[in-house]
């Protein structure tokens, strides 16, 4: 199956879908994926501590990824934290308890056992959203870093080194696969190609 981006549409239609006992962790996941463009392996491997500082109660405005959680483990990788992005992890830090003292090496997306969430549960909990939303054909945990990819390409100017730092690739060629163009700009720009004489 070739994963596919989302619109932003999609993505909400999904959000809404969340319900259950989990509906707060798995609500920050997707928020977490689509806002940080981190991989799910990567954002899996985030602890409490790692987005939350205990003492203070407050958000940290950064996540650090080690390079033994990126994919090739060459590098580390450190983002800004989305405002919508902390708002959703800190309500599922509250929800679930992983404020309270010694909770900082836990996995933040803990899994009803208390473990970390698996790749499969994680995969299970995106294809469930938008399976009832209506817009499960071609997404998975990935749509979310294409969404990522697309929407840091449009608000850069459609600048592909931007984009290819944020989605942490060495190659720009890479890059060009999570962006998602607009189907009606394409065609606009094709249109618009003037006789040369």
Known sequence: MITRSISEREFRAGLAQLTGPYRSRNRALLIGLA???????????????????????????????????????????????????????????????????????????????????????????????????????????HSMRKKYGTEVYERSGRCIATTQQALGHRDPTHTAVYIDINRERLEAAILGLSMVA
């Open 35 to 141: 806002k940080t463009g981190f991989r799910i392996s990567e954002l899996l491997s985030v602890q409490v501590k790692d987005v939350y500082d205990a003492v203070s109660g407050a958000m940290r405005p950064r996540i650090s990824i080690s390079r033994q959680h990126m994919k090739g483990k060459i590098h580390g990788r450190t983002i800004p934290v989305h405002s919508e992005a902390q708002q959703a992890i800190h309500a599922w830090i509250i929800e679930g308890g992983l404020d309270q003292p010694g909770c900082g090496s836990l996995p933040l997306f803990k899994s009803r056992k208390g473990g970390r969430l698996t790749r499969g549960q994680a995969w299970r909990v995106v294809k469930s959203a938008f399976r009832r939303s209506g817009t499960a054909d071609g997404v998975a945990c």
